[in-house]
């Protein structure tokens, strides 16, 4: 049995991980736009990163003012969970008030704030099943300064993939320096119209530069990175080599008169983190 304290202390610690300190595969990333680089004012802004994320591990405080929407994926195995939402909820809302969060869930009408991150249908919790004996789960708290740049195309069959190439250059030239560049893009293809959003913003917790397993989907995610960083839109918009650290397509087969695309803007602040847990004495029940 997994105990609700468990699931809570995680979500927690997972939480305060997550916004203080970036992934290394991030991290480094980051580095090397700022090594390839040799337009001044993107050096200013990839050094002005870089400094942000070290004063932030040193002070222990978020990376960013906007500590995001919490969204959780759940890898879950034959595990039995005591309370187990309300041990996730309790987990945000600790971490709301101790890390702290900034309070960014409200009524979308209203706009009233809950003022502890947990709301209708929030914390957004993505369940998978899978054949283990553990609990897995990512923490992603994602900004609206890049969610907020989103897009969905239901394209026509023939539209392939010269279609995808095209929305997704579309939707990162529509973005321009709106969604904090460096930006991770994230592209899912096929299944269903919110399916295609899911993959899209599953496709974000792979590592930058881990690549697609199957060759083709691989080999189109280096080509739309070309094509992405030879905009030009640069670091926070203001011009030069890096406009994504990468591209990540995740896809679905789909009905057979449809093509849905959706892709998912990340911006530099690309903040995950994973734990596992495995029931006391571990075994079930
Ligand atoms: S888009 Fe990202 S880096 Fe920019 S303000 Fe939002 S969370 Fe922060």
Redesign the pocket.
Known sequence: MISQQMVEEEIFRLFKEAVIKLPEDVKKALEHAYAIEDDETALLNLKAIQDNIKAAEDMEIP????T?LPIIFIKMGDVEIENFQEGIANGIIKATHEIPLRPNVVDPLTRENTDINTGRFIPQVDIELVDSQTLEMTVFPK????ENNNSLKMALPGEGTEGIKQFVLETVLAAGGK??PPIVVGVGVGGSSDMALKLAKKALLREIGEHHPEERMASLEKEMLEMVNATGIGPMGLGGKTTALDVKIEYADTHTAGLPIGVCIQ???ARRATGVLKGENNKKG
């Open positions: 990376i960013c003012q906007d995001g900004g609206f300064g890049s969604p904090c911006c530099w602040a």
